[in-house]
């Protein structure tokens, strides 16, 4: 046994080693991998980012190129109006300030400087005195009348002008909407200068001032509303455009009406949001113009100059550009710098990396004011921004785990299932060798039990058969007494013959047996007869009682003989002195049950499954002077198996044992005897 439990543990520690080994080594190499995962994830970002870092300044400095070509071709025109609704309307920026070659602002513009015809002063002076100071309307009436066919547009349209408020204060309202009307709708609008569209601006903002009872004159109201705000942030067909101040106040007023009127608000919804965005850009620009009223400290040796500017309370960044014929002040919102630098935020948005714009002198433009990490790159932002540069800072560690978690997650689960199959595969290998150890183990007990006990019956006999031969006795009946004796060992010997057989059969799973349909009285009665003379021979108290009537049963009747012979056996070889044996053979609920009852030793509690084990004895000692070799049991619980019983045990030490095989009647069976 000691042997037995050495081999034993060698066995185990070796396939520890086997399998733990190879488990540790797979779990360092797993984590130089995850290790090296997350450097080559770190680096494949890093990569991506620079690659979309090149994309996007590339982007920048063709956006940039392409806004200054804009305000150059504006500048070709006749207005460089149209440069600010390029900028504002199209490219997304919030203000503009022109200028030519000469640092003379071109835009904005004031009403006192595109007025062209100061001299009108003069000839009206007469109609002002008789309209504003005497109140002879009449008189102004006919003053502004005989004014209406002079050769100058502007003096026309200033007369029908001068000619509808007068009628409008004589309470004659249809003449003053007429004579309005043909100033508010003049063909003269397509080739007007910026005074001219000024007058028509005004004449229309008379009419509907005339026209805003629209139960009478709803088509002439909408009419003319619509051809107001057409004129709003649009140049004619000449290029012309109103001033810029001029231009801030009418769009005041349309957006006012609109306000007070629901109707023409939704019907001009999207003009509306339109002039509102330019509204804002245009007032911006007033403010910026009357703040930097020349840009000519630009150096000569740079082209372009970006800086953050204070204009009033609004705090905005603002590009200095030359071109070839002017220069530029192209103002952005401080809150709204982002955009002007192609949406850097959302371009990096959720992929876990943040950026910072800087000028030449590291100072913050927008992004993230202070990252806490150093860039792990940089780039220039675009040509027309000199020593501007835009620099990437990853959020945090997570994001290489987040990139390399779908790989580290597969070498993971890889290495999980290598280690579970090395530790299946192990445990696999260990139950093999254990159960080899256990078939080696019982070989050699059984050749030791063979050896042993057939030694002992085999000198047995042999000391009996020499003393028989030399006639080495006096009684006359002492060769009687001999041979009974021989008798009995060689009895003995072939029981432990069959069991040896019987176990052998076992081992290989080649015992047959002969089912058929039997009654348990034939076989209780055979396994009795077996052992009836030996019971009456050394007086035992022996009994046996049968119910009746009882079932039949499929059984191979000479196994299941065997298996009552084998538990009699044991009860009479494990019972000492008074020995009281049972049989009992009984039906209960369609089984049948046969029970050997002793007054024996006992078998404690904690060796009740054990003692059916192969070559398992509970008292070693007592085992060798009752002569057992441990497979009775054994092949007991082999043959009860076999024909799908069931076989118990209850005993105390000392209060001796009941064993009860329990098999299944045959149902509807007349078997009763």
Not at 106 to 128: K, L, M, N, R, V
Not at 321 to 340: P, Y
Not at 597 to 617: A, C, S, T
Request: glycine share 4%; net charge neutral; hydrophobic share 40%.
């Amino acid at each position: 046994m000691k042997n037995y439990f050495n081999q034993f543990h060698w066995v185990t520690l070796l396939l520890a080693v086997v399998v733990i080994l190879p488990a540790l080594c797979l779990l360092w190499f797993m984590s130089q991998v995850v290790g090296n995962e997350r450097l080559a994830a770190r680096q494949k970002l890093i990569t991506i980012q620079q690659e979309q870092l090149a994309r996007l300044t590339a982007d920048a400095d063709r956006d940039w190129s392409r806004n200054i070509e804009l305000l150059a071709k504006s500048k070709t025109s006749a207005h460089p109006y149209e440069g600010f609704l390029l900028l504002v309307a199209q490219s997304g920026y919030d203000g503009l300030v022109v200028f030519d070659n000469n640092d003379k602002r071109t835009y904005p513009t004031q009403s006192a400087e595109t007025d062209t015809t100061p001299e009108t002063i003069e000839q009206f002076q007469q109609g002002w005195q008789l309209e504003f100071v005497e109140g002879e309307f009449e008189k102004a009436v006919r003053f502004y009348q005989s004014m209406t066919g002079s050769i100058s547009s502007t003096n026309r349209l200033k007369a029908l002008l001068g000619v509808s408020r007068c009628l409008v204060k004589l309470n004659r309202l249809d003449e003053a909407i007429s004579q309005c009307e043909k100033a508010a709708f003049s063909n003269l609008e397509d080739a007007a200068d910026s005074t001219q569209l000024k007058l028509i601006a005004d004449a229309r903002l008379l009419l509907l001032n005339l026209t805003k009872d629209k139960s009478q004159y709803s088509d002439t109201y909408e009419r003319c509303f619509n051809k107001l705000v057409s004129m709003v942030y649009s140049t004619n067909q000449t290029g012309e455009v109103l001033a810029s101040d001029y231009n801030l106040f009418l769009a005041g007023r349309v957006l006012e009406i609109m306000q007070q009127d629901q109707y023409l608000a939704d019907l001009n919804k999207q003009q509306r949001q339109r002039i509102e965005k330019l509204t804002a850009a245009e007032e911006l620009s007033i403010k910026a113009c009357q703040i930097y009223s020349s840009v000519g400290y630009i150096s000569k040796d740079k082209q372009s100059r970006f800086e953050r500017l204070q204009i009033g309370q609004d705090n905005v960044f603002g590009l200095f550009q030359k071109a070839s014929d002017g220069k530029f002040l192209i103002i952005k919102r401080a809150e709204a710098i982002d955009s002007a630098f192609l949406n850097y935020q959302n371009k990096f948005k959720d992929t876990g990396v943040i950026y910072r714009v800087v000028d030449e002198n590291d100072n913050f433009i927008c992004g993230v004011e202070n990252p806490a990490d150093k860039p792990f790159a940089s780039a220039a932002v675009s040509k027309y921004l000199p020593g501007f540069r835009v620099e990437l800072f990853f959020t945090g560690e997570e994001i290489f785990e987040k990139a390399a978690s779908e790989r580290i997650a597969v070498y993971i689960w890889t290495a999980t299932l290598v280690i579970i199959l090395i530790f299946v595969l192990g445990i696999f290998a260990a139950q093999t060798l254990t159960k080899q150890i256990k078939v080696n183990r019982l070989k050699n007990d059984f050749i030791a039990t063979v050896s042993h006990e057939l030694k002992t019956p085999l000198a047995s006999m042999r000391v009996l058969v020499e003393t028989l031969i030399e006639k080495n006795y006096n009684d006359q009946n002492t060769p009687d007494e001999y041979l009974r004796l021989i008798c009995k060992e060689n009895e003995r010997l072939s029981r432990m013959i069959d069991n040896f057989l019987s176990f052998s059969r076992m081992e290989r799973n080649k015992q047959a047996f002969d089912m058929s349909k039997i009654s348990p009285v034939e076989i209780a009665n055979t396994a009795v007869e077996a052992m009836q003379t030996k019971f009456n021979n050394n007086k035992v108290d022996f009994s046996v009682k049968i119910s009746r009537p009882l079932g039949m049963i499929y059984a191979d009747k000479d196994a299941m003989v065997t298996v009552l012979v084998n538990l009699l056996d044991n009860a009479y070889k494990y019972t000492n002195d008074g020995k009281r044996i049972a049989l009992r053979v009984f039906e209960t609920n369609g089984s049948i049950y046969f029970a050997v009852e002793d007054n024996g030793v006992g078998i404690p509690r904690r060796l009740h499954r054990k003692i059916f084990g192969r070559f398992y004895q509970v008292d070693r000692t007592l085992s060798r002077q009752a002569e057992g070799t441990g497979l009775g049991l054994a092949i007991v619980k082999f043959i009860v198996d076999a024909h799908n019983g069931k076989i118990d045990v209850e005993s105390k030490p000392g209060k001796g044992s009941v064993f009860t095989v329990k098999l299944t009647a045959i149902k509807n069976g007349n078997g009763a005897i």
